[in-house]
């Protein structure tokens, strides 16, 4: 076998999957991740698996839906025993690092119990989800919880910026009139641009991360998570950034006043946060909507650095690409702001993949509709790395590979599944719902999206005819066995999760029928 490829897997924070060029945006200039799409496949139905960046990260990471991971909201511990993408890619002879962002809490409890050191090498791989954490930044630093080891702020204060924290008075504020620092934190500042210059923004900083360590690691295949941390908030983008893009570039907010009658009650909650009442606004979306897309372009310029960077040192051809997301950002659709619940702007995300393999080429510059999900990443990653046998004992995806090179594939999934956990958010007050009382599931087939919201009445929309999400049929007693039906499938996914990882399926097979054998005479006469 030869060697397998470099993995290049990039993820930016908050993308919306529509909000680039190749994905049918009508102002955004994204020339880079449109070549990316060029030159691979861009799988334009996926879905991540929960609307939020921590269980969303979590299932990128284990192959596995938050039912089967536990991971269901930020800051809630994975299990030190969960499989992830570095304990399957290493066996095959990987490095697996991280460069930025990952959500991730460890585990303490589980770590204690099983004798692990947190500073020793598997304490450390086990403390930042399964990676080599070779610059990990969470890019959340305001200034009650400072991190004084930060390398970012190191770095700007080498560059000659001031301040304990300059992540958040430099790279994400403004500056008033009298020199004044505006926090980047109030969406009203968004339109003035960043106090950083554009080459030491957190954009740039994780790029010229990223390159120094691929220089530095060899002819031994890797795989780098490369996770930026914009275009999430704060809302704050460096000049000539802040200014590309203006009002009239934006595109309108997908909703309609007919959605506020009998608003869903767990809807409805969401919109009366603050976030969801200021995007509601339209300053507040004329304010914010060209700093975000100028974030885009701003990556955008930045992947167009990187893959030149490749291309220099003769990896490009050597290295399998992935753009994705971790979730969307509503951006006043539904009269919502942020993310979570399972409107397309939040649970859709964009995934781009090149394989410059030879037998990827009659797909090049395809974009593919079926159904994709975001635990669909690490088994693609293991068969395009040569694995024969996926331990499909652990792995709830599918691989992507066959449908990158051509190949017929047989029933392929005719749904997607993703999961809420809104236990910490201030709707669980507002709906006066315990911990445990604050479920969601989402089930979206070719025709349908319909949400199992525990205590609560469904909702349901036709995708065919209202692809905007506007009606909600969830009480139209003309869909009743609609909803029946999705109801039942949604449970019957729900049956198939994969709670027995101790043993393979082929172990499984092997002891099948096999007791007399092992010496189990019960039952003979």
């Not at 691979?40 to 991540?48: A, D, Q």
């Not at 990827?360 to 159904?371: A, E, N, Q, S, Y």
């Not at 956990?421 to 445990?436: F, V």
């Not at 005819?465 to 609609?482: A, C, I, R, Y």
Request: aromatic share 10%.
């Amino acid at each position: 076998m030869t060697q397998p490829r470099n993995i290049l897997f990039i993820m930016a924070d908050q993308l919306r999957y529509d909000y680039l060029g190749c994905t049918g945006h009508p102002t955004i200039k994204t020339p880079n991740i449109d070549s990316l799409a060029a030159r691979g496949v861009n799988f334009t139905r996926t879905y991540c698996q929960a609307a939020v960046c921590g269980p969303s990260r979590m299932s990128f990471y284990t192959g596995r839906y938050m039912f089967s991971h536990g991971g269901t909201y930020n800051n809630i511990p994975l299990r030190a025993d969960e499989r992830t993408m570095g304990d399957h890619l290493r066996p095959l002879g990987y490095r697996v690092g991280l460069v930025g962002k990952t959500h991730f809490q460890r585990d303490i409890a589980g770590m204690k119990k099983f004798g692990i050191d947190p500073t020793g090498d598997l304490g450390v791989v086990l403390s930042q989800c399964g990676f080599e954490p070779w610059e990990r930044d969470d890019g959340l630093h305001p200034e009650v919880s400072l991190d004084p080891d930060l390398a970012y702020n190191r770095y700007l204060r080498e560059q000659g910026y001031e301040g304990e924290n300059p992540w958040h008075t430099v790279a994400n504020s403004a500056e008033g009139p009298d020199g004044e620092v505006l926090s980047g934190w109030h969406m009203r500042n968004a339109r003035l641009p960043a106090r950083v210059s554009r080459e030491h923004s957190e954009t740039a900083y994780m790029t010229d991360v990223a390159m120094d360590r691929i220089e530095t690691l060899g002819d031994s295949p890797w795989c780098m998570h490369l996770s930026y941390i914009k275009p999430h908030w704060p809302y704050m983008a460096p000049d000539p950034y802040h200014t590309m893009y203006g009002p009239n570039t934006i595109v309108p907010a997908i909703r309609d006043e007919k959605e506020l009658e009998n608003r869903h009650p767990v809807v409805d909650a969401f919109c009366h946060h603050e976030e969801s009442i200021n995007f509601s606004r339209d300053e507040c979306r004329e304010t914010v909507i060209p700093t975000y897309m100028g974030l885009i372009t701003e990556l955008d310029d930045h992947i167009g650095r990187l893959s030149a960077f490749l291309e220099l040192r003769g990896q490009l051809d050597n290295t399998i690409i992935v753009l994705t997301s971790d979730h969307g950002d509503y951006l006043g659709d539904h009269w919502l702001g942020e993310k979570e619940l399972f409107y397309e702007g939040a649970a859709r995300i964009p995934m781009i993949v090149v394989d410059p393999d030879a037998a990827c080429d009659p797909m090049r510059g395809t974009k593919d509709d079926r159904l994709v999900e975001s635990i669909d990443i690490i088994p693609t990653f293991m068969e395009l790395a040569g694995c024969e046998e996926l331990p499909d004992h652990w792995l709830e995806g599918r691989s992507l590979a066959p449908i990158m090179r051509g190949q017929a594939v047989k029933e392929w999934r005719d749904a997607v599944f993703s999961e809420c956990d809104y236990a910490i958010r201030h709707a669980r007050n507002t709906l006066s719902k315990g911990p445990e009382e604050c479920r969601s599931f989402m089930i979206r087939t070719e025709d349908w999206k319909f949400i199992l919201y525990e205590g609560f009445r469904p909702q349901l929309f036709d995708m065919k005819n209202d692809p905007d999400e506007l009606v909600d049929l969830g009480e139209d007693p003309s869909h009743e066995e609609t909803r029946r039906q999705l109801s039942d499938q949604i449970f019957a996914w729900m049956r198939k999760r994969k709670l027995r990882t101790a043993l393979s399926n082929n172990e499984i097979a092997n002891r099948t029928g096999k007791a007399k054998e092992r010496g189990y005479l019960f039952g003979v006469w």
